[in-house]
Nanobody, 126 residues
Framework: QLQLVESGGGLAQPGGSLRLSCAAS????????IGWFRQSPGKEREGVFC????????NRDDSVNARFTISKDVAKQVVYLQMNELEPEDTAVYYC???????????????????WGQGTQVTVSS
């Protein structure tokens, strides 16, 4: 079972950048698809970006396309979410989550992911 710990959240100004990290332990990232999800107050948790064990990325939220980038360092067992040009609407708790990889690309939807981190708060405000 993969254990996940997020870090890197905080306060950013509109137009600023943050890089979130998702540190994995307990097993190798080679066997898991990893996703970044976010949840704002009063809203359902939603997929932002996912990366398959093969390295293929899946952008779930069109509003972050070209602003956010997902990547991973398998040797370090870390998955990153680089967030640029942040907007107030990006304010949320960000979670990373894992699912065992299959022959199909992952659907970047929360219900398919079983191992979750505790979340990290991102606040975008001037």
């Amino acid at each position: 079972q993969l254990q996940l710990v997020e870090s890197g959240g905080g306060l950013a100004q509109p137009g600023g950048s943050l890089r979130l990290s998702c540190a994995a332990s307990g097993s190798s990232l080679d066997y898991y698809d990893i996703g970044w999800f976010r949840q704002s107050p009063g809203k359902e948790r939603e997929g932002v970006f996912c990366i398959a064990s093969s390295g293929v990325t899946i952008n779930r939220d069109d509003s972050v396309n070209a602003r956010f980038t997902i990547s991973k360092d398998v040797a370090k067992q870390v998955v990153y979410l680089q967030m640029n040009e942040l907007e107030p609407e990006d304010t949320a708790v960000y979670y990373c989550a894992a699912k065992r990889t299959t022959t199909e690309l992952p659907q970047c939807v929360p219900r398919f992911f079983g191992s979750w981190g505790q979340g990290t708060q991102v606040t975008v405000s001037s």
